[in-house]
């Protein structure tokens, strides 16, 4: 069966035998081609079967799956309709639009009555509730000192909402407004409450409104660091996990205090577990490499999943798609963002602009920015702001491989990259052979390259860090053939090097993983197995321990030059790497994997994450915290340090910054379907007409675009409800096709391709009675959904599923069959049967018996 390239035979052994008539050859033939279909998933559910062999098994069994879902669908057919996926009249996307919401629920804070004082409350907090109107801010002091009596829930909820309702709203001369009653009228209607779940635990609840954005800020907090890390246990066939662990600096000492856990969701995994009665959601691999806070205390994770958020659609198969998520103070997920790529992605790096929009960072195969022409894998940069809206996407556009290694903010907000080429950029900047160094400047605004620099010979070079240094001009760190190399870069002309020095050797396997600047202090991070490196020159504050271990080396920026201050490891005699910097007050803090013992008898399994605390003047590690489970390799990515960290707000079960969750209401903005992506439509067997998102779209606009291909209401759609309905009508067939691979706006709507059927010609609601208009009628397949050979679950629910489209082939069959013998039971007096009728019965007869036998005679598949 391997070497067959179709399963569809319309000359398969016993399809003469059924008759000339198109249903009989059409459900024989769909029959045969399942059969075929049934032989390979049964294959591959077998125990003998090797795991290695399903991925061949899996290609194979989609190409045939999808040949035969067409040859359904366009078959030739006469009292039959034969339908490859449900039997349906209308469809409901599954994609729903979120709206903005309008009140926030924190944290469990009591679980005795409402009168209780609230656990961890002193009564000398002091925090900030910063409400914005129209574009007006009004700062509240929310000091709880005033509040007489024990702070509980009550109080508290009423001693906040006197204090938003002191203030008197106006009109707009700027005069005091009144109630009917002479009252002075509140300026704001948000208001705080006490919410009670079924278990009588009581939490504080927020209620604002469309035109009121509320704040919380503390008055004061304690440091904290935000730390990324992924998890891939050695035992079971657990995916890959990824998390954000919260260390907290209490009396001067780093606490782990929470980790927030995030995954996709495995969305064929997940429709096979619920086949099976096992109602649990499945998660997909999920992995980051970046972590990074903005200006008010939201935290933001760039890594890439196989997985779906929400009505983010994962459509690269069984390749990951880089992934954003945001997140509150208190780990609850603000949002997720999938890239939207259908070949796979890759995600390298994050960074925050003065207005907290978040710059991300990776690579692809698609062209997803508006400037890309030409295939092949490229580097992309996506904007997005503050509420996941996507600002833009640059893409390079080179005709070579390119990558880019690391991203940061100028001052101006525009975005600075570093990277490698493969080839030239552009005819001002060619290649020089091999990787060179790639420098871009992207305007912040608009999304166009400002400047390019291509710096390299016939050699490999790799801008792997990127810094913006004291003078405001570009520091950029790469290993070239096993070199530490700092340039510092001219910011308004990136073809003039200032400065080029040569830090010394750390191997061709020694990795440089990050660059940061504290006014003229450099701090220069990576991983080498030459415990002799000294950056040229450096005091050594930690010695190395021997093995491949992280560095921390200081350099002082002179500006022609740079000068080596001091050069601390971090390891063991085992396997340990930095990953990431992270600077915070005099302190500089480092993240990443180790195999030993960082911290005395802190190793937990095979491979644990740590956190270093350095002093940024003398280099001298002051403290390291290593976590880590139990036969789980624990490899940290990223770290983020805020000064903001832990505050009242933490124990009033409230996050810092800004609680309203606006969003827009955009079919762009609320998935990963971009202004140009398609489907078609083609009514009653028509021409198939295009139905393309613009820019701004939502679901009624594209259901009023949907309603203007048919002048006659065969086809309805609809777009309240916050979903998409199409739905056909009367004796009406409207089939739906997918877009193009890049442009599918369909399946990044969840929705798959399918064909509608009125309700008439559904269920058969016409006036013939005739024993002949009753034969035949509508089979569904169902040949959609979940169904592949990747592994054995999925194997053997595939199997079934294919079980019962051979079984429809066969009802199918034998709806047309009774025909002759009705009429002949039905027919007045007797007499001899007719040769010719005789010969159709035993046609009938022999291919009915050949399909409830399961099998056809002859095909002598094998595997």
């Known amino acids: 069966m391997r070497n067959l390239r179709s399963f569809i035979d319309e000359n398969a052994p016993g399809v003469e035998s059924v008759g000339v008539g198109p249903d009989q050859r059409a459900t024989f033939v769909a029959f045969d081609a399942l059969t075929k279909l049934e032989t390979l998933a049964r294959f591959a559910a077998e125990n003998s079967t090797p795991a290695s062999s399903l991925s061949r098994l899996d290609a194979q069994f989609q190409q045939n799956l999808a040949e035969i879902s067409a040859y359904i669908a366009s078959a030739e057919t006469d009292k039959l309709t034969l339908l490859s996926g449900a039997r349906a009249s209308s469809l409901t996307s599954p994609f729903e639009m979120k709206s903005n919401s309008e009140s926030f ?33 009004t700062d509240l002091t929310i000091d709880l000192a005033q509040i007489d009596g024990p702070i509980t829930v009550d109080s508290l909820v009423s001693f906040i909402n006197e204090q938003i309702t002191s203030v008197q709203g106006t009109d707009q001369n700027g005069d005091p407004i009144f109630t009917a009653s002479g009252d002075p009228a509140p300026k704001f209607t948000s208001r705080f409450a006490v919410s009670t779940d079924a278990n009588f635990d009581h939490s504080l609840r927020i209620n604002t409104t469309l035109f009121e954005e509320v704040r919380l800020i503390p008055a004061v907090a304690e440091p904290s660091l935000f730390i990324a890390s992924n998890k891939s246990a050695l035992i079971g066939d657990d995916v890959v996990r990824t998390g954000i662990t919260r260390f907290d600096q209490s009396d001067g000492t780093l606490v782990q205090k929470s980790t927030a856990d995030m995954a996709g969701v495995d969305r064929l995994a997940t429709e096979i577990a619920s086949a099976e009665d096992d109602g649990a959601t499945v998660a997909a691999s999920t992995s980051s490499t970046a972590v990074a806070v903005d200006g008010d205390g939201f935290i933001y994770t760039l890594g890439s999943s196989t997985g779906d958020f929400g009505n983010q659609r994962n459509l690269a198969g069984a390749a990951s798609d880089v992934v954003l998520t945001k997140m509150d103070s208190l780990g609850n997920v603000v949002f997720s963002r999938l890239l939207g790529s259908s070949t796979g992605a890759e995600a390298f790096s994050l960074a925050i602009d003065s207005q907290n929009n978040v710059v991300i960072a990776g690579s692809t195969a698609d062209n997803i920015g508006e400037n890309a022409v030409i295939s092949g894998v490229d580097s992309f940069v996506t904007k997005f702001s503050s509420r996941g809206d996507e600002l833009f996407t640059f893409q390079v556009n080179s005709a070579s491989e390119d990558r880019v290694q690391a991203i940061t903010i100028d001052q101006d907000d525009n975005i600075i990259v570093s990277g490698f080429s493969r080839g030239a950029l552009d005819v001002n900047n060619p290649s020089a052979g091999g990787r060179d160094a790639m420098l871009l400047k992207i305007d912040g605004s608009s999304g166009q390259r400002l400047d390019a620099t291509l710096i390299g010979d016939q050699n490999d070079q790799q801008g792997n860090a990127v810094a913006i240094a004291g003078d405001g001009n570009i520091l950029l760190a790469s290993n070239e053939g096993g070199r530490v190399i700092l340039r510092k870069v001219d910011a308004n002309d990136f073809s003039s090097v200032l400065f080029e020095q040569d830090l ?41 321990s021997g093995g491949r271990e992280g560095f921390v080396l200081k350099l002082a920026d002179q500006g022609a030059s740079a000068t080596a201050d001091f050069i601390s490891f971090v390891g063991t005699v085992a396997f340990d790497e930095i990953n990431d910097v992270a600077l915070g007050g005099s302190e500089v803090f480092v993240t990443g994997t180790t195999r030993g013992d960082l911290e005395a008898n802190g190793r937990v399994g095979p491979r644990d994450g740590f956190v270093a605390r350095i002093d940024m003047a003398s280099g001298a590690i002051s403290e390291v915290q290593q976590f880590g489970e139990m036969l789980t390799n624990v490899d940290a990515s990223g770290i983020a340090f805020v000064n903001n960290g832990p505050s009242v707000l933490d124990r009033l079960g409230l996050p810092m910054g800004m609680v309203d969750r606006f969003v827009t209401r955009t079919i762009e903005d609320q998935t990963t379907a971009r202004a140009g992506d398609f489907f078609e439509i083609s009514i009653n067997g028509g021409r198939r007409q295009r139905v393309t998102l613009s820019e701004g779209d939502n679901l009624l606009d594209l259901a009023r675009k949907i309603n203007r291909l048919s002048f006659r209401d065969e086809v309805q759609a609809e777009g309240s409800n916050n979903k998409l309905l199409i739905r056909a009508t009367g004796s009406n067939q409207v089939d739906v096709f997918a877009g193009s691979a890049e442009r599918d706006l369909l399946g990044k709507m969840g929705i798959e391709p399918q064909r509608l059927l009125g309700t008439t010609a559904l269920f058969n609601l016409d006036d013939e009675t005739s024993a002949d208009a009753r034969l035949g009628g509508v089979f569904a397949f169902n040949l959609g959904g979940a169904l592949g050979l990747s592994n054995k679950q999925q194997a053997a629910f595939t199997l079934t599923r294919i079980q019962e489209s051979i079984e429809t082939a066969k009802r199918a069959f034998r709806s047309l069959s009774p025909s002759p013998l009705d009429d002949l039971l039905n027919r007045p007096g007797g007499g001899t049967v007719p040769t010719r009728l005789q010969n159709q019965i035993g046609n009938y007869s022999a291919a009915l018996q050949r399909l409830q036998g399961g099998g056809i005679g002859g095909t002598g598949f094998t595997i």
């Not at 005795?112 to 900030?128: A, L, M, S």
């Not at 940061?516 to 701090?523: A, R």
Request: zero cysteines; charged letters at 20%; a negative charge.
């Open 105 to 137: 629920i924190g944290r469990t804070i009591a679980t005795e009555g409402r009168d209780q004082p609230i656990p961890g409350i002193v009564g000398d907090e002091v925090f900030t509730l910063a409400i914005t109107r129209l574009g007006e801010r």
């Open 504 to 544: 010394g050797a750390i191997d061709r396997s020694g990795e440089i993983s990050g660059l940061k600047v504290s006014g003229n202090d450099i701090f220069l991070v990576g991983s080498t197995d030459n415990g002799n490196f000294t950056g040229t020159a450096a005091t050594v504050a930690n010695a190395s």
